[in-house]
């Protein structure tokens, strides 16, 4: 079973900060997911990638398949950016395995 | 196009008793997946359904079942409440298994 690191667990930045939220995971993938989860509950899918990089905005995503990482950067941050910020990887036929998820807040 | 809907939005049961929970994709979506959110346990994976067959099944007793219709709704039922199964249980859709998921705004059961 795949197991999926994230790091930090806990951010805080001030607002206007560059931001890098990581994610490791244990064996191959197919694809890789980036998830937001404001207060509330409602998850938003941010991103989904199997190589490279996506950019939507100010939220960068990369993945690296040799180092099994990806990375979640989130430019010029802003209050409205905190939330819950939540890595799932997935593998063909298999079901998504989720991080434990890094909550960020961004002070005015 | 209207998004992933749950209903009940919010429920309060006692142990013992049974619920029912109900998701409807959005329209054109065939897969259903249902998973459940706990601050201990963070997001768990209980079913995969597509064209209503289930695809996969998470690590969860035989308690919990569901099942998908011809028009892709999806319903998961948990039987024999225990106070550990209050959660966020979350149903998201997609085109197809490997395709983005789309998330509902979950139910949250409170079993007491």
């Known amino acids: 079973k795949n197991e999926v690191e994230q790091s930090p667990q806990n951010l805080t930045a001030q607002e206007g900060e560059f931001i890098t939220i990581n994610c490791s995971y244990s064996?191959?993938?197919?694809?890789l997911h980036w998830l937001q989860q404001h207060p509330g509950g409602g998850i938003v899918s941010l991103f989904m990638?199997?190589?490279g990089k996506k950019k939507h905005g100010r939220l960068i995503a990369t993945i690296n398949i040799q180092e099994k990482h990806s990375s979640l950067h989130i430019t010029a941050s802003h209050p409205r950016d905190s939330a819950v910020y939540i890595c799932?990887?997935?593998?063909?036929?298999?079901?998504?395995?989720f991080g434990k998820g890094t909550r960020l807040s961004v002070i005015a | 196009k209207a998004g992933v809907t749950q209903t009940p939005r919010y429920l309060i049961k006692t142990r013992g008793q049974q619920v029912t929970l109900s998701c409807s994709p959005i329209?054109?979506?065939?897969?259903v997946s249902w998973y459940q959110q706990t601050p201990g346990q963070g997001l768990q994976f209980l079913f995969e359904y597509f064209s209503e067959t289930q695809r996969n099944k998470g690590n969860f007793p035989g308690r919990f079942s569901g099942r998908q219709f011809s028009n892709s709704r999806s319903e998961m039922n948990v039987s024999t409440l225990e106070l550990g199964d209050s959660a966020l249980y979350l149903c998201?859709?997609?085109?197809?298994?490997?395709?983005?998921?789309?998330f509902g705004p979950g139910t949250r059961l409170t079993v007491l």
């Open positions: 329209s054109g979506h065939r897969s």
């Open positions: 998201a859709s997609s085109l197809g298994p490997v395709d983005t998921q789309y």
């Open positions: 064996v191959g993938i197919s694809a």
């Open positions: 990638l199997s190589s």
């Open positions: 799932a990887v997935g593998s063909g036929n298999t079901p998504l395995v």
